[in-house]
Structures are given as C-alpha cells and as structure tokens.
Nanobody
Framework: QVQLVESGGGLVQAGDSLRLSCAAS????????MGWFRQAPGKEREFVAA????????YYSDSVKGRFTISRDNAKITLYLQMNTLKPEDTAVYYC????????????????WGQGTQVTVSS
C-alpha cells in the first residue's frame, strides 16, 4: 500500500527550529526522488525542497535556502526536513511526496503524497 506519513509539526516561535519526518513504505521510497511542499491557507501548494534517490543532489526554494535542509535515510526509509530560523511566513501544512521520475519542483511531478503536518510559527 502506498504510504507517506509526516510528523514533527507544531507551534513554535519565530527563530525556533523544527524537524519534520516522513515515514514511507518501501514501495513509495525506493528508488524514488522525494520532495517537501507546503500550503498556506488560501494559497497554492508550493515547492520547498527536493532530494534525489542517492541524496547526492538537493534543491531548495529561494525562500528557504540557507535555513532548511532536506535529507533522507534510505535504510530507515525516512525523509527529513530540518527547519531552522523559522519565520511566520513559514506557517503552512507541510507535505512530503515521492516520484518515480527525477527530482522536480513541480507539484504535478510527484506521484505519491502524504496527508501533511501543520507548522505554525508565531511572531
């Protein structure tokens, strides 16, 4: 069964850190590229970060570059997003996704999605 389950979200203050995790089933993790997206109320889902199957290449949106780090542990079939120096504008539901194709920044490029985890950053 296709399964991606995010965890680690919560309510934090500006400047704090959070680490999101995405537990996957083997079917949705290997040998797929993975990504993180987010969606704020009233806005479209947007790209945050992506990582290739090997973890050798990573990609970030300009808004999170230098603050967020995407990583994966293929042995644990888990994807991570370390978020530092959080800002109120980072408030959103965060989704992980996997793709059988190459790592991409587009929503339509991903085949499987989790249900999301809420991140709220207060000022």
């Amino acid at each position: 069964q296709v399964q991606l389950v995010e965890s680690g979200g919560g309510l934090v203050q500006a400047g704090d850190s959070l680490r999101l995790s995405c537990a996957a089933s083997a079917r949705t993790f290997s040998p797929y590229a993975m990504g993180w997206f987010r969606q704020a109320p009233g806005k479209e889902r947007e790209f945050v970060a992506a990582i290739t199957w090997s973890g050798g290449s990573t990609y970030y949106s300009d808004s999170v570059k230098g603050r967020f780090t995407i990583s994966r542990d293929n042995a644990k079939i888990t994807l991570y997003l370390q978020m530092n120096t959080l800002k109120p504008e980072d408030t959103a539901v965060y989704y992980c996704a996997s793709t059988r194709r190459f790592a991409t920044i587009t929503v339509t490029g991903y085949d499987y999605w989790g249900q999301g985890t809420q991140v709220t950053v207060s000022s």
